[in-house]
């Protein structure tokens, strides 16, 4: 019998796989596969950073141990600091940027968040009251200031006379918030901090609202509904679902915004240069003061340098929330180390410390300030409590009247507070000064005119035009180029340092610029660009570049890889892949970019106000500045110019809205 057996093939042996390292040379393995490409994309970026953020810094810190006697500059080592000790105008400077803060990120939240929930429960015009209330955040912080001092002006501003007219004004001095009436904002020592306050809020309170407003969207509305079915309140719901919610967004929110406003010079400057006496000067105001005007560099430094510290946890601790990726292992860590009752209890002791130094060092404002707040804070929770009682009673048609009216009247207040500056300046423009002087047609100028806007530019306005509109692109083409190449390389090119250098950039991102402007100061006075508008283009770079970058590593992040690796398998180069593919598909990004950058070099006062000092090299802010002699303001001229430098900024977010949100939206995302 014959036994049949299937036929035998032959196989080729099995080779194992050669392993993806064995075709990269020794450098590759080292530095990564694509050093040498990422070396010439993030190679300008790297080199402005250091030459600008980094070495500038590091060579404060040697400026600081030293001290100008006479024409010689000798080192001093630890002087400056040990000096700081008894200084009583820096430790008045440290208090009065602690109280700033303090207070006006207690408002802005407490007023931003009440902002952004009537804006989550309206049904129409969502989207044109955003934009509306974004408007005192996106016009220059110059026109903030001249605005508002132009409102509490004691003899000419409309602030006094409304509040007489009223009755509200002699009530406040009757209560004792005022001491008296009509009351003198900014010359009274007692009402000039609170003044300053009242501003930052009013600017502030926009960027809080729009950020919780998208943060109020992103939570689930099935947890809501949830919660109502199971009998919750509104004040619970606010509670155990609303806030919980919103803390990340809130964290970021607060901490940003604190460290801009702690570090915060332009609008106190502008509106009270640190008067009356030393009531409102801030420690930057102190850095300044020493460094510049009394030319003692290594003093001023100093005042810089000793508050680092402070800012370095603020942006340490916002560092690690803006790194998503490090969220669940900072979460987890906190939850190890604390027990749920101290995690429930740890933030009611901060908010208690934090009101006991409040009030101990400021027992003038704390008081006010809790009236005031708390008449906002109840009259949101009378509201709410009506409408949770006649919903619980059946009576929905009256909850909802009373609802609707409740919200109706809280945005007509919040869109009154918002408009009713920009209103005066922009009628203020339109009248002559005889109206302006005599108080005629406050609210309605009869006849208007154009003589405010003439007689503006017989000066120096028009140059003052043209050199902010030259330094703004200039430094705006220059950040975008070096923020593209920079953030495609961090956001697709493999090579080792590529974490290190992205933390490094969203450090440098939030570095304020008050440690910043004396080490640059020194710098362009070195390479002989004082009074020249390139000094402003070689520094706009530090505040600019960094944030562009860091968006667009996010907004990159968000394109498909697929598409370049399509183009590469084709034989396009990586260079060309780049610019074929991925530039033309991040055009939202580079539009939210270079619109965020053109406004903020066009703002710009700091660095400005201290290197450029003739009239002919002037932009815009420090221009508009140097129009008031002494007690002597052209309060018509600066509403025209006012009006001329916010149109442009306007504009550009009313045009570029759409591209902004996107591109900030993947940006966010991935970032």
Same mark, same amino acid.
């Given at each position: 019998?014959?036994?049949?057996?299937?036929?035998?093939?032959?196989?080729?042996?099995?080779?194992?796989?050669?392993?993806?390292?064995?075709?990269?040379?020794?450098?590759?393995?080292?530095?990564?596969?694509?050093?040498?490409?990422?070396?010439?994309?993030?190679?300008?970026?790297?080199?402005?950073?250091?030459?600008?953020?980094?070495?500038?810094?590091?060579?404060?810190?040697?400026?600081?141990?030293?001290?100008?006697?006479?024409?010689?500059?000798?080192?001093?080592?630890?002087?400056?600091?040990?000096?700081?000790?008894?200084?009583?105008?820096?430790?008045?400077?440290?208090?009065?940027?602690?109280?700033?803060?303090?207070y006006a990120e207690i408002f802005k939240v407490t007023l931003g968040l009440i902002a952004a929930l009537i804006l989550h429960h309206l049904r129409r015009g969502k989207a044109i009251v955003a934009g509306v209330i974004l408007l005192p955040w996106v016009i220059p912080t110059v026109v903030t200031a001249f605005t508002w001092?132009?409102?509490?002006?004691?003899?000419?501003?409309?602030?006094?006379? *409304?509040? =007489?007219?009223? $009755?509200? @004004?002699? !009530?406040? %001095?009757?209560?004792?918030? #005022?001491?008296?009436?009509? /009351?003198?904002?900014?010359?009274?020592?007692?009402?000039?901090?609170?003044?300053?306050?009242?501003?930052?809020?009013?600017?502030?309170?926009?960027?809080?609202?729009?950020?919780?407003?998208?943060?109020?969207?992103?939570?689930?509305?099935?947890?809501?509904?949830?919660?109502?079915?199971?009998?919750?309140?509104?004040?619970?719901?606010?509670?155990?679902?609303?806030?919980?919610?919103?803390?990340?967004?809130?964290?970021?929110?607060?901490?940003?915004?604190?460290?801009?406003?702690?570090?915060?010079?332009?609008?106190?400057? *502008?509106? =009270?240069?640190? $008067?009356? @006496?030393? !009531?409102? %000067?801030?420690?930057?105001? #102190?850095?300044?003061?020493? /460094?510049?005007?009394?030319?003692?560099?290594?003093?001023?430094?100093?005042?810089?340098?000793?508050?680092?510290?402070?800012?370095?946890?603020?942006?340490?601790?916002?560092?690690?929330?803006?790194?998503?990726?490090?969220?669940?292992?900072?979460?987890?860590?906190?939850?190890?180390?604390?027990?749920?009752?101290?995690?429930?209890?740890?933030?009611?002791?901060?908010?208690?410390?934090?009101?006991?130094?409040?009030?101990?060092?400021?027992?003038?404002?704390?008081?006010?300030?809790?009236?005031?707040?708390?008449?906002?804070? *109840?009259?949101?929770?009378?509201?709410?409590?009506?409408?949770? %009682?006649?919903?619980?009673?059946?009576?929905?048609?009256? /909850?909802?009247?009373?609802?609707?009216?409740?919200?109706?009247?809280?945005?007509?207040?919040?869109?009154?507070?918002?408009?009713?500056?920009?209103?005066?300046?922009?009628?203020?423009?339109?009248?002559?000064?005889?109206?302006?002087?005599?108080?005629?047609?406050?609210?309605?100028?009869?006849?208007?005119?154009?003589?405010?806007?003439?007689?503006?530019?017989?000066?120096?306005?028009?140059?003052?035009?043209?050199?902010?509109?030259?330094?703004?692109?200039?430094?705006?083409?220059?950040?975008?180029?070096?923020?593209?190449?920079?953030?495609?390389?961090?956001?697709?090119?493999?090579?080792?340092?590529s974490e290190s250098f992205t933390v490094t950039i969203l450090l440098t991102y939030v570095m304020p610029g008050a440690l910043l402007f004396i080490p640059l100061y020194q710098l362009v006075s070195a390479i002989g660009l004082n009074d020249s508008p390139w000094s402003l283009v070689l520094a706009y770079p530090t505040f600019?570049?960094?944030?562009?970058?860091?968006?667009?590593?996010?907004?990159?992040?968000?394109?498909?890889?697929?598409?370049?690796?399509?183009?590469?398998?084709?034989?396009?180069?990586?260079?060309?892949?780049?610019?074929?593919?991925?530039?033309?598909?991040?055009?939202?990004?580079?539009?939210?970019?270079?619109?965020?950058?053109?406004?903020?070099?066009?703002?710009?006062?700091?660095?400005?106000?201290?290197?450029?000092?003739?009239?002919?090299?002037?932009?815009?802010?420090?221009?508009?500045?140097?129009?008031?002699?002494?007690?002597?303001?052209?309060?018509?001229?600066?509403?025209?110019?006012?009006?001329?430098?916010?149109?442009?900024?306007?504009?550009?977010?009313?045009?570029?809205?759409?591209?902004?949100?996107?591109?900030?939206?993947?940006?966010?995302?991935?970032?």
């Amino acid at each position: 019998m014959t036994v049949l057996r299937p036929k035998r093939t032959e196989r080729a042996p099995v080779r194992p796989a050669p392993a993806a390292s064995s075709s990269l040379t020794r450098s590759q393995r080292l530095l990564g596969r694509d050093w040498r490409l990422a070396a010439v994309f993030v190679g300008p970026t790297l080199v402005l950073v250091a030459g600008l953020i980094l070495v500038p810094i590091a060579g404060s810190v040697i400026t600081s141990a030293t001290e100008r006697h006479g024409a010689e500059t000798v080192f001093v080592g630890l002087d400056n600091y040990v000096a700081l000790i008894g200084d009583g105008l820096f430790h008045k400077g440290v208090l009065n940027s602690f109280v700033f803060t303090a207070y006006a990120e207690i408002f802005k939240v407490t007023l931003g968040l009440i902002a952004a929930l009537i804006l989550h429960h309206l049904r129409r015009g969502k989207a044109i009251v955003a934009g509306v209330i974004l408007l005192p955040w996106v016009i220059p912080t110059v026109v903030t200031a001249f605005t508002w001092r132009s409102l509490l002006d004691p003899i000419f501003g409309s602030v006094n006379s *409304l509040l =007489t007219e009223t $009755g509200i @004004g002699p !009530a406040l %001095a009757a209560l004792g918030l #005022v001491d008296s009436w009509p /009351a003198e904002w900014l010359s009274d020592p007692a009402l000039a901090m609170p003044s300053v306050i009242l501003v930052n809020v009013w600017k502030g309170i926009p960027f809080f609202t729009v950020t919780f407003l998208a943060g109020l969207k992103a939570i689930d509305g099935n947890l809501h509904e949830a919660a109502m079915v199971d009998g919750a309140s509104p004040w619970q719901r606010f509670v155990h679902i609303t806030l919980p919610g919103l803390r990340p967004v809130m964290i970021v929110t607060v901490l940003l915004s604190s460290i801009w406003t702690f570090n915060n010079f332009d609008l106190i400057w *502008l509106m =009270t240069q640190g $008067g009356p @006496g030393d !009531a409102t %000067a801030p420690y930057v105001m #102190v850095a300044y003061s020493k /460094a510049i005007q009394q030319l003692q560099l290594g003093a001023g430094a100093a005042v810089t340098l000793v508050m680092l510290p402070v800012i370095g946890v603020l942006v340490v601790i916002l560092v690690r929330m803006m790194r998503r990726s490090d969220l669940p292992r900072a979460v987890d860590l906190g939850r190890r180390r604390l027990t749920p009752a101290q995690r429930r209890a740890l933030p009611w002791v901060i908010i208690a410390v934090s009101v006991l130094v409040l009030v101990w060092a400021s027992p003038h404002i704390a008081w006010k300030a809790a009236v005031v707040l708390g008449v906002f804070v *109840l009259l949101a929770a009378i509201v709410g409590r009506v409408v949770s %009682a006649l919903a619980a009673r059946g009576s929905r048609l009256a /909850a909802r009247l009373v609802g609707g009216t409740g919200t109706g009247v809280a945005l007509a207040g919040l869109l009154g507070f918002v408009l009713a500056p920009l209103y005066w300046v922009t009628v203020t423009a339109f009248k002559s000064d005889d109206q302006i002087v005599a108080r005629t047609d406050d609210l309605w100028p009869t006849p208007w005119t154009t003589d405010q806007f003439t007689n503006l530019f017989t000066g120096a306005f028009g140059t003052w035009y043209v050199n902010t509109i030259l330094v703004s692109v200039a430094s705006t083409v220059i950040a975008l180029v070096c923020a593209a190449l920079a953030g495609y390389a961090l956001a697709r090119l493999k090579f080792r340092g590529s974490e290190s250098f992205t933390v490094t950039i969203l450090l440098t991102y939030v570095m304020p610029g008050a440690l910043l402007f004396i080490p640059l100061y020194q710098l362009v006075s070195a390479i002989g660009l004082n009074d020249s508008p390139w000094s402003l283009v070689l520094a706009y770079p530090t505040f600019t570049l960094p944030f562009a970058t860091w968006l667009l590593v996010g907004y990159f992040k968000s394109i498909p890889a697929d598409l370049e690796e399509a183009a590469l398998v084709d034989g396009c180069t990586r260079f060309g892949a780049f610019l074929r593919i991925v530039l033309p598909l991040a055009k939202p990004g580079l539009l939210a970019v270079a619109l965020f950058t053109l406004t903020n070099a066009w703002n710009e006062f700091l660095f400005a106000f201290v290197f450029i000092t003739k009239d002919d090299y002037k932009t815009l802010p420090v221009g508009m500045q140097s129009m008031i002699f002494g007690d002597v303001v052209p309060q018509g001229q600066l509403a025209a110019a006012s009006l001329l430098v916010s149109i442009p900024v306007v504009l550009m977010y009313g045009f570029g809205q759409r591209f902004l949100t996107e591109g900030l939206t993947a940006g966010a995302v991935k970032g």
